[in-house]
């Protein structure tokens, strides 16, 4: 059994997700926030599983609110440390102590569009597709090792708004493959490449 700590900093619906999922082997040990307000430790706590928080604003430095941090889910002795949603720049040393086992999910196709305001700069630059990147976290923002890539039309007359609910909608299906295939050793990191053992080797397109 995996332990898997997932942080969050809103609804967390990809966190829903994958509780929603069920992942054989895997035991959802904890959801945390950085913000105790975040309506998804409501509806964590609702089904039995651990939450908690910590205002990264009590905090002198982004340091000091990390360290606080890992100790809070070092209590848990995850195996995984999964971002849905975790609106916070990690510090090297956090990303450091995690190598190889904390995972995030950006709403862009890396390595295009990091940061924030994906959407809303895809449409300026006039892109045809838009996505979502799974990927494993390292020290340099949306640059790590990337696991799952879906990508989604737009269309004309698209907003930003209207990409975001197309997207969220692949999100949620990849991200929990994704802690599968963790969960089940599928996934072997060599260099900034991911190889899984179950990928499809057909070639196709993934356009939802």
């Not at 569009?113 to 494993?136: D, K, M, N, P, Y």
Request: aromatic share 6%; proline share 4%.
């Amino acid at each position: 059994m995996k332990n898997i700590v997932i942080l969050i900093s809103g609804r967390g619906s990809n966190m829903q997700a994958i509780v929603n999922a069920n992942i054989p082997n895997a035991r959802i040990a904890a959801v945390l926030s950085n913000s105790e307000s975040a309506a998804g430790l409501g509806w964590a706590a609702e089904r039995g599983i651990d939450t908690g928080s910590l205002n990264h604003k009590d905090f002198a430095s982004r340091e000091d609110f990390d360290r606080a941090m890992m100790e809070k889910i070092d209590a848990y002795q995850p195996d995984l440390v999964v971002l849905a949603g975790f609106m916070r720049i990690l510090t090297p040393e956090f990303c450091a102590r995690y190598a190889g086992r904390l995972m995030n999910i950006h709403p862009s196709i890396l390595p295009a569009f990091t940061g924030l305001h994906t959407h809303e700069r895809a449409l300026a630059a006039g892109c045809r597709v838009a996505g979502c990147t799974i990927h494993f976290v390292t020290a340099e923002l949306d640059c790590g090792p990337i696991i799952a890539q879906g990508v989604v039309p737009i269309l004309d007359g698209d907003n930003a708004d209207d990409i975001a609910e197309r997207v969220l909608k692949v999100e949620h299906q990849l991200f929990p493959q994704a802690v599968a295939d963790f969960v089940a050793g599928r996934l072997k990191i060599e260099g900034n490449r991911v190889f899984n053992s179950q990928r499809s080797a057909d070639g196709q397109a993934l356009l939802a």
